[in-house]
């Protein structure tokens, strides 16, 4: 397990935490990027404001690493643009029809102990592990 | 205040995600990678991020439930209990696509500020992804004997607010 940084994952997962709590606490909100997004860019999306500063501040915090000195990766993505469309088409849709994402369903939800974003949780992990293996093991050896 | 409230969590869960590597793709995947827990190569990390932001939600949302938010007249808690097909099928299709290229709604946002062409493209179709499903939501609305219904949405009235 030479990749395995568990100190910075904590810190890193408790902010990410902290965030979701600061946000039910100051706005009443949940911070699954999914309804935050799509409220967005949906037509007759109400409360336009706060869901497009929460994206600046998301979209903001590597940009002020970077400025600090951090270096920001470049994101490994696959070659194949039909690839990164087919699975950005399936992340977008499947995201709304089960009404949330990571962060919606694997935090917030199944912090509040919510069998429904546990269930969520627990089929997408599967099912991403699913397509793991077969691409890695499978199809690209 | 609630806009800027909202930059300021938006930006801390920016850094969590930052920090704990879960902005990269190639990290997520490294978790994803089950298989490779025999050689020794599985990235265990994200379970750790999980594990931590849950812990912290958990407390954080037991105490927050008894009181009212600082900008809001109150807390709007998620309302759907149901386990149907949306939820399973959504569920499906969504792991799918994040197995695919490592990449779930959040990091992918966020990774817009790196310029990478390639995310720029994923987050063209994530949305295109997002806006089909709400057209198809609103064209299947109404008949009745469906698995499921849309969300309710607020009527909207012309003199709502003076």
């Known amino acids: ?13 408790a902010l990410i935490g902290l965030s979701a709590v600061l946000l039910m606490r100051l706005n009443g909100r949940i911070a699954g990027i999914t309804g935050i997004f799509a409220g967005l860019i949906e037509p007759q999306s109400t409360e336009w404001a706060w869901r ?15 400025l600090i000195g ?33 962060s919606g369903h694997g935090i917030c939800g199944s912090a509040r102990l919510s069998p429904r974003s546990i269930t969520a949780t627990g089929i997408f992990m599967v099912a991403a592990m699913i397509v793991v293996a077969l691409t890695r093991h499978v199809v690209g050896g | 205040m609630r806009a800027l409230a909202s930059l300021f969590c938006g930006f801390m869960f ?7 590597g879960m902005i990269r793709p190639d990290k997520v995947l490294g978790f994803l990678d089950v298989l490779a827990i025999p050689s ?24 927050a439930r008894r009181r009212t938010p600082l900008f809001e007249s109150q807390n709007q808690w998620p309302t759907q209990t149901a386990i149907d097909r949306p939820l399973i099928a959504g569920s499906v299709l969504f792991g799918v696509g994040w197995g695919l290229v490592g990449l779930c709604p959040g990091p992918a946002l966020e990774n817009l500020a790196t310029l990478s062409p390639g995310v720029i493209i994923f987050v063209i179709a994530m949305a295109v992804g997002m806006i089909a499903f709400h057209l198809w939501e609103v064209r299947s609305a109404a008949p009745a004997g469906r698995l499921w219904r849309p969300r309710p949405r607020p009527p909207r009235t012309a003199k709502a607010r003076i």
Request: with cysteine; net charge neutral.
């Open chain 2, 40 to 63: 020794g190569n599985w990235d265990p990390s994200l379970a750790v991020v999980m594990a931590a932001a849950l812990a912290v939600t958990g407390v954080g949302y037991a105490l």
């Open chain 1, 52 to 66: 497009a500063t929460f994206i600046v501040g998301l979209v903001a915090a590597p940009l002020s690493a970077a």
């Open chain 2, 14 to 20: 920016g850094w969590g995600l930052f920090i704990s």
């Open chain 1, 70 to 102: 951090y270096t920001v990766p470049v994101p490994q993505m696959p070659p194949s643009l039909a690839i990164i469309t087919a699975a950005g088409l399936l992340v977008g849709f499947g995201t709304r029809l089960s009404n949330g994402c990571t």
């Open chain 1, 1 to 13: 397990m030479a990749n395995f940084t568990p100190i910075s994952a904590a810190i890193g997962g």
